[in-house]
């Protein structure tokens, strides 16, 4: 093996990509700004969600042990107000989204980080900041609720790189989401709303703003300084500025080493979100006939920098894509190989190693390591196909397969499996490799007895699911898919 490639992050915080390093050895703290569960998520919330999965897979590989908090936004101006209106409690409103979200990580492959936490839960935590916030006079009360100065620290603006020099001390600013232009003194904590709900605290009647959460929530599970802090690049700004505010307004340390930021997933040039109607969810391409692994590959497939356009055409690449890639495992796992070594094989795979590693450790640069792999299949199935390839080589090739898995995991195909789970009708899907290799066994069976009318049938009907098998030279039969 060559030297393994030093881990270098963009950071938005100096903007650079820098040498990742971590606070405690071997271990990697990180905190993942999750959803607000008001509604499904998005494709382009998944975007962000599978590059936050596959930084920990990539960091998982390199050894690093994880410790992530993903939160659930479930209390907002958004759920407050949809809750009102459908006359439910917060919990009610947010439950089935929640509970989705939780499905569709699962059925996108993203692993569950190691504490996923509800906003509503840590009120405590909430309070106890707000209430070390103003003991260092960065709070003032105003009509029942609690704001943070941005006067009173002097670094804010520096992750968004906001120039606050013109702001008027004083004046506010009261809804969770806002634009750069109106950076203003925010609210910690809200007066309660007459209809809506609010919680009984220290600090009087109310409900938290959105951005203390993060803060409260991120130093209760992984210390006052984080290794990573994550999210799309519209938290950048306010929430994340406000983040920092917070949390180092009231330790007086650094609260994250390295921030990044994925770009937007857009739909014809604009952003895919709620507002703007252009989006979809995974029910809705589920429905239309795509597979959780498409949609998983295309996300992974975009370095997390920069914007992804979503298309149909782009969604019917990235299946042939993952296609090329299972029938080559396929190959591997099914083909009988002339017995030896092919030279230079073992140093080829090697090459394919450390350009895969190279191309993560690079910012996460999934397109470079995606490029490693697909060379080192294209070239190893012309050899296949050229009587080159011999039987030694399937190990390594095998090994480098599983090793690219594990960041990108789409190899398995368990999306028939996960769309029943989900209640789709799984044909769309088509079978899965073990049902495949369950018929292509029974017909094997039946060839044997000479049974050629079953032989035949069960061709038939893995053919009519788009499963094409061909004999091969050595007497056995390999299959792939249309
Ligand atoms: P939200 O539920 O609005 O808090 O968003 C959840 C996550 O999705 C956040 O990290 C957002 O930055 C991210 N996000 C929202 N829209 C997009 C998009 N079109 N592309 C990529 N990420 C997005
Ligand atoms: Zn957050």
Known sequence: MGAMAEIRLHNTLTGKSEPFVTGHPGEVRMYTCGPTVYDYAHIGNFRTFVFQDVLRRFLQLRGYRMKQVMNLTDVDDRIIAKAAAAGVSIREYTEKYAQAFF?????????????????????EE????????????????????????IAKFPDYGKLSKIDVSGIQAGARVDVDRYEKESARDFALWKAPKPGEHFWETRIGPGRPGWHIECSAMAMRYLGETLDIHTGGIDLAFPHHENEIAQSEGATGKPFVRFWLHAEHLLVEGEKMSKSLGNFYTLRDL???????????FLLASVPYRKQLNFTF???????SSVERLRNFAARLRQEKFPAGEQAGFAA????AEEEFGAGLADDLNTAQAL????DLVRETNSAMDQGQFRQGGVAAAAAFLAKFDRVFAVLADTDAEKLRALGYGAES???????IEALVAERNAARKRRDFAASDRIRQQLADRGILLEDTKDGGVRWKRK
């Open 103 to 123: 499905a569709d990580c699962a059925t996108l492959g993203i692993e569950p980080p190691e504490h996923w936490i509800r906003a509503t839960e840590h009120i």
């Open 126 to 149: 909430m309070v106890g900041l707000i209430e070390r916030l103003r003991a260092k006079s960065y709070t003032y009360e105003s009509e029942g609720s609690i704001y943070y100065r």
């Open 286 to 296: 589920f429905a239309k006939g795509y597979k959780p692994s498409t949609i998983r």
């Open 313 to 319: 055409d782009g969604l019917q690449q990235a299946a």
């Open 348 to 351: 080829r795979v090697r090459r």
């Open 371 to 374: 490029a490693a792999v697909f």
């Open 429 to 435: 899907a088509g079978p899965g490799d073990a049902e």
